[in-house]
Antibody
């Protein structure tokens, strides 16, 4: 079945780095743009970053620009989020989501269960 | 950046009630508006895309309408399993912003 599965979360000290992964299966991974979305404890959804299907285009939220880097390896059907200079406010569940396109509109139609990142000393 | 504002922030309704959630964009987003449901402890789930298109597998009691800056999500007959937080999201331009969420409690 169509699914995405995140991994790589954990507890990390402020200022350190972490890399998240998201493995896609059941669909033609290289045909879809992919997003990262996060949710801090008790808070709403915050979009983080998106990468186009061919990795040529990448966009970031201002809150992570310059610290986080989104990438993908289409040969491995895997999406990544490299997170550097982590801050306590980056503590969240991180979801990856597939970007579908229909009716001239992009939307996130397949979501993973999320991986938890805790930034704490 | 385009700001998305939902109202109300929370509501409580009975089984069978008609429920409406509003989402307002800070500028026109034509029909680039999506709705998601998130049950407690779960990942978000797509309900409606492009303002009014029901995602496959989503019950027909959910519907969306609107264009420009004002949008609504309607649940025609509230069910116990609809207890969740609902988010709107614009996809006109980066950053792809979400509303703050509307928590729906089923009495």
């Amino acid at each position: 079945q169509v699914q995405v599965v995140e991994s790589g979360g954990g507890v990390v000290q402020p200022g350190r780095s972490l890399r998240l992964s998201c493995a896609g299966s059941g669909f033609t991974f290289h045909s879809y743009a992919m997003h990262w979305v996060r949710q801090a404890p008790g808070k709403g959804l915050e979009w983080v970053a998106v990468v186009s299907s061919d990795a040529a285009n990448k966009y970031y939220a201002d809150s992570v620009k310059g610290r986080f880097s989104i990438s993908r390896d289409n040969s491995k059907n895997t999406l990544y989020l490299q997170m550097n200079s982590l801050r306590p406010e980056d503590t969240a569940v991180y979801y990856c989501a597939r970007a579908e396109y229909a009716r001239s509109c992009y939307y996130m139609d397949v979501w993973g269960k999320g991986t938890t990142v805790t930034v704490s000393s | 950046d385009i700001q998305m504002t939902q109202s109300p922030s929370s509501l409580s309704a009975s089984v069978g009630d008609r429920v409406t959630i509003t989402c307002r964009a800070s500028q026109s987003i034509t029909s680039y508006l999506n709705w998601y449901q998130q049950r407690p402890g779960k990942a978000p789930n797509l309900l409606i895309y492009a303002a009014s298109n029901l995602q496959s597998g989503v019950p027909s009691r959910f519907s969306g309408s609107g264009s420009g800056t004002d949008f609504t999500l309607t649940i025609s007959s509230l069910q116990p399993e609809d207890s969740a937080t609902y988010y709107c999201q614009q996809s006109l331009s980066s950053p792809w912003t979400f509303g703050q969420g509307t928590k729906v409690e089923v009495k």
